[in-house]
C-alpha cells in the first residue's frame, strides 16, 4: 500500500507561510509535483476554521501567482488543506492533529515560527506521539540566537527526531541560482584553475534589499541583520564560493568542504571589529522613489541598537585563499535589490599597454534580481590609435537563455525534497554550529568595544565606514 503523506505548517498564518510556503505548494501542485495522497495541514495561534483559513490563503496565494492562477488548481489544492487552531506550547493543542494525522506514514513538520518555539513544538510532537520513524522536522533559520541557543534547540530536537530526521532549512541553498554555482564552479574547466589566491585579489558578495522591516520588527529587532542574513545566507554564498570540489555530490560531500570553510574562516574578535565590521541601522530616506520611515519610526519611534546594515571584511586562511579579503555586506532599505558575487582577479603581471588604460578581470554572478553571469575582459577600442583598450562585458543572461522556465520559489525545491528525505539542499548540524562561533564573536566584540549602529539614510548603500572598510585595502564596492 502506498504511504499516506502529510506536510504540516507550524505558523501557518505568518508571512512566510502566506507568501512563501502555500505559493510553493500551489506552484508544485499545478505542475503535478505533489504526491497524490499529500494532505496539508496548517497550525497557528490564530483563530480560524479550514474554511476561514482556506479562504485567507488563497488570496496570498492569488497575488503571488498573479497571471498564473488558475481555479482549478487552487481547488486541487484546497481540498488537500486543513487548518488546526492552537497555542504550540499547549499539549492539547495537538489532539486535533493528531487526529487528522492518523494512518499518515511520512509526515514532514515545517517549523516557520520563531526559533524560540523550535524545540518545544519538538518535544509536544514526540509526546503526542507524532514523531515516528516516517516524520521528518524541517526548522527555518537562524537556529537560535547563538551557538549556546543553537545547541539547546538541536539537542531537542536530536532527542525527539534524530539527526538523520532534521532538515534545516536556508531558502538560499533552493535557489535555482546558488545551485548554479557549484555548476558553475565544478562543471566548468574555465575557472576553477584561476580560482585561487594567485590569480583572485578579492571578493565581494552582497545581499542588497530594499525593503524595510516592516510587519516582521518584533522578530528583526532581537537577531539584526548580522544573525538574519550573515550567519546563513551569505556565509553559504561564501561557502559555495570558497569550498574545495567536492568528490561528488553526495550531500554529505558538499557539506564537508563547506564545514572545511567555515573553520578556516579566521575570528574577528573585540581587537578586530572596529577595523573590519561595520554596522549600520537605516533613518527615513527615501527608497525606490518613495519616502518611507526610519528602522526605529516603523514601530512608532522605539529606541533600538539593532543593526539593520553589516559589512565586513573575513579571510580564511587556508592554502588556497590566504591574504585574499572576502568582502560580505547586507542591508535593509539600501539603493537596489541585488544578490551577486563579485570575483575581482588580479592585474596582469606585466604591462605592455598603457597602464591607464587596463582593468583586472572581473567575474560577476548575480542571483537577484536577475540571473546573469558577466565577465569583464579588456579589448582593443575601435580607434585610429594603434592600441587603445576598453574593457567589455561577456554576458550571459540565464533568464533569457531559459526564457520559457517559470522561475521557481526556492521552497518549491526544498518541500519537494524534505518530503522525499533527500537532504541535499539542507545544512548540517556542525555547518550551522561552526557559523554560530564566527558570529558569537564578532557579536561579543561589539559588546566590548560597544560599537552601535551607524546611522544611514534609506536608499543609500549604507553608512560611509562601509566604504573605508574595502578603500582601506585599496578595493570599492562594486555597485
Ligand atoms: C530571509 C530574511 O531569510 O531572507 C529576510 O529573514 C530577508 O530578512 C530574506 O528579507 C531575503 O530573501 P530573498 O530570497 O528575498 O533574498
Given at each position: 500500500?502506498?504511504?499516506?503523506?502529510?506536510?504540516?505548517?507550524?505558523?501557518?498564518?505568518?508571512?512566510?507561510?502566506?507568501?512563501?510556503?502555500?505559493?510553493?505548494?500551489?506552484?508544485?501542485?499545478?505542475?503535478?509535483?505533489?504526491?497524490?495522497?499529500?494532505?496539508?495541514?496548517?497550525?497557528?495561534?490564530?483563530?480560524?476554521?479550514?474554511?476561514?483559513?482556506?479562504?485567507?490563503?488563497?488570496?496570498?496565494?492569488?497575488?503571488?501567482?498573479?497571471?498564473?492562477?488558475?481555479?482549478?488548481?487552487?481547488?486541487?489544492?484546497?481540498?488537500?488543506?486543513?487548518?488546526?487552531?492552537?497555542?504550540?506550547?499547549?499539549?492539547?493543542?495537538?489532539?486535533?492533529?493528531?487526529?487528522?494525522?492518523?494512518?499518515?506514514?511520512?509526515?514532514?513538520?515545517?517549523?516557520?515560527?520563531?526559533?524560540?518555539?523550535?524545540?518545544?513544538?519538538?518535544?509536544?510532537?514526540?509526546?503526542?506521539?507524532?514523531?515516528?520513524?516516517?516524520?521528518?522536522?524541517?526548522?527555518?533559520?537562524?537556529?537560535?540566537?547563538?551557538?549556546?541557543?543553537?545547541?539547546?534547540?538541536?539537542?531537542?530536537?536530536?532527542?525527539?527526531?534524530?539527526?538523520?530526521?532534521?532538515?534545516?532549512?536556508?531558502?538560499?541553498?533552493?535557489?535555482?541560482?546558488?545551485?548554479?554555482?557549484?555548476?558553475?564552479?565544478?562543471?566548468?574547466?574555465?575557472?576553477?584553475?584561476?580560482?585561487?589566491?594567485?590569480?583572485?585579489?578579492?571578493?565581494?558578495?552582497?545581499?542588497?534589499?530594499?525593503?524595510?522591516?516592516?510587519?516582521?520588527?518584533?522578530?528583526?529587532?532581537?537577531?539584526?541583520?548580522?544573525?538574519?542574513?550573515?550567519?546563513?545566507?551569505?556565509?553559504?554564498?561564501?561557502?559555495?564560493?570558497?569550498?574545495?570540489?567536492?568528490?561528488?555530490?553526495?550531500?554529505?560531500?558538499?557539506?564537508?568542504?563547506?564545514?572545511?570553510?567555515?573553520?578556516?574562516?579566521?575570528?574577528?574578535?573585540?581587537?578586530?571589529?572596529?577595523?573590519?565590521?561595520?554596522?549600520?541601522?537605516?533613518?527615513?530616506?527615501?527608497?525606490?522613489?518613495?519616502?518611507?520611515?526610519?528602522?526605529?519610526?516603523?514601530?512608532?519611534?522605539?529606541?533600538?541598537?539593532?543593526?539593520?546594515?553589516?559589512?565586513?571584511?573575513?579571510?580564511?586562511?587556508?592554502?588556497?585563499?590566504?591574504?585574499?579579503?572576502f568582502y560580505l555586506r547586507t542591508g535593509k532599505?539600501?539603493?537596489?535589490?541585488?544578490?551577486?558575487?563579485?570575483?575581482?582577479?588580479?592585474?596582469?603581471?606585466?604591462?605592455?599597454?598603457?597602464?591607464?588604460?587596463?582593468?583586472?578581470?572581473?567575474?560577476?554572478?548575480?542571483?537577484?534580481?536577475?540571473?546573469?553571469?558577466?565577465?569583464?575582459?579588456?579589448?582593443?577600442?575601435?580607434?585610429?590609435?594603434?592600441?587603445?583598450?576598453?574593457?567589455?562585458?561577456?554576458?550571459?543572461?540565464?533568464?533569457?537563455?531559459?526564457?520559457?522556465?517559470?522561475?521557481?520559489?526556492?521552497?518549491?525545491?526544498?518541500l519537494t525534497e524534505a518530503l522525499k528525505g533527500?537532504?541535499?539542499?539542507?545544512?548540517?548540524?556542525?555547518?550551522?554550529?561552526?557559523?554560530?562561533?564566527?558570529?558569537?564573536?564578532?557579536?561579543?566584540?561589539?559588546?566590548?568595544?560597544?560599537?552601535?549602529?551607524?546611522?544611514?539614510?534609506?536608499?543609500?548603500?549604507?553608512?560611509?565606514?562601509?566604504?573605508?572598510?574595502?578603500?582601506?585595502?585599496?578595493?570599492?564596492?562594486?555597485?
Amino acid at each position: 500500500m502506498a504511504d499516506k503523506k502529510a506536510i504540516v505548517i507550524f505558523g501557518a498564518t505568518g508571512d512566510l507561510a502566506q507568501k512563501m510556503i502555500y505559493p510553493s505548494l500551489y506552484f508544485l501542485e499545478s505542475e503535478g509535483h505533489l504526491p497524490p495522497d499529500l494532505m496539508i495541514a496548517g497550525f497557528a495561534r490564530t483563530h480560524a476554521d479550514d474554511q476561514g483559513f482556506i479562504a485567507q490563503t488563497r488570496k496570498d496565494v492569488m497575488d503571488n501567482a498573479g497571471t498564473l492562477f488558475s481555479e482549478d488548481v487552487w481547488s486541487r489544492l484546497a481540498a488537500r488543506m486543513h487548518y488546526c487552531e492552537g497555542d504550540v506550547t499547549v499539549p492539547k493543542t495537538y489532539a486535533p492533529l493528531v487526529k487528522l494525522l492518523e494512518g499518515v506514514t511520512v509526515c514532514v513538520y515545517y517549523l516557520s515560527t520563531s526559533p524560540n518555539f523550535f524545540a518545544t513544538i519538538a518535544c509536544q510532537l514526540k509526546e503526542a506521539g507524532l514523531a515516528h520513524g516516517g516524520a521528518r522536522i524541517a526548522v527555518e533559520k537562524p537556529i537560535g540566537r547563538d551557538l549556546v541557543s543553537c545547541r539547546e534547540i538541536e539537542s531537542a530536537l536530536d532527542e525527539t527526531f534524530g539527526d538523520d530526521r532534521v532538515y534545516r532549512i536556508d531558502h538560499y541553498l533552493g535557489k535555482e541560482t546558488v545551485q548554479n554555482l557549484i555548476a558553475l564552479r565544478f562543471a566548468n574547466t574555465l575557472f576553477e584553475p584561476l580560482w585561487n589566491r594567485a590569480s583572485v585579489d578579492h571578493v565581494q558578495i552582497t545581499v542588497a534589499e530594499t525593503i524595510g522591516v516592516e510587519r516582521r520588527w518584533s522578530y528583526y529587532d532581537s537577531y539584526g541583520a548580522l544573525r538574519d542574513i550573515v550567519q546563513n545566507h551569505l556565509l553559504q554564498l561564501l561557502c559555495l564560493i570558497a569550498m574545495e570540489p567536492p568528490s561528488d555530490l553526495d550531500p554529505d560531500s558538499v557539506r564537508n568542504e563547506k564545514v572545511k570553510v567555515l573553520r578556516s574562516l579566521r575570528p574577528i574578535g573585540a581587537g578586530d571589529v572596529e577595523r573590519q565590521t561595520v554596522r549600520g541601522q537605516y533613518r527615513k530616506g527615501v527608497s525606490e522613489g518613495v519616502a518611507v520611515p526610519g528602522y526605529t519610526e516603523e514601530t512608532g519611534g522605539s529606541a533600538s541598537d539593532t543593526e539593520t546594515f553589516v559589512a565586513l571584511a573575513a579571510h580564511i586562511d587556508n592554502w588556497r585563499w590566504s591574504g585574499v579579503p572576502f568582502y560580505l555586506r547586507t542591508g535593509k532599505r539600501l539603493a537596489a535589490r541585488t544578490t551577486e558575487v563579485v570575483v575581482q582577479f588580479r592585474e596582469v603581471p606585466h604591462y605592455i599597454f598603457p597602464r591607464s588604460d587596463m582593468i583586472a578581470n572581473r567575474l560577476t554572478i548575480r542571483l537577484q534580481p536577475e540571473e546573469e553571469i558577466s565577465l569583464q575582459i579588456m579589448n582593443k577600442a575601435p580607434t585610429l590609435e594603434a592600441m587603445r583598450l576598453k574593457p567589455l562585458a561577456l554576458d550571459l543572461n540565464l533568464s533569457d537563455a531559459f526564457k520559457k522556465q517559470r522561475r521557481r520559489i526556492a521552497y518549491e525545491r526544498l518541500l519537494t525534497e524534505a518530503l522525499k528525505g533527500n537532504s541535499f539542499l539542507f545544512v548540517r548540524r556542525d555547518e550551522v554550529e561552526m557559523a554560530w562561533k564566527w558570529i558569537d564573536d564578532i557579536i561579543d566584540g561589539w559588546k566590548e568595544k560597544d560599537m552601535k549602529p551607524l546611522p544611514y539614510s534609506a536608499g543609500s548603500w549604507g553608512p560611509s565606514s562601509a566604504f573605508a572598510l574595502t578603500e582601506r585595502n585599496g578595493h570599492s564596492w562594486y555597485e
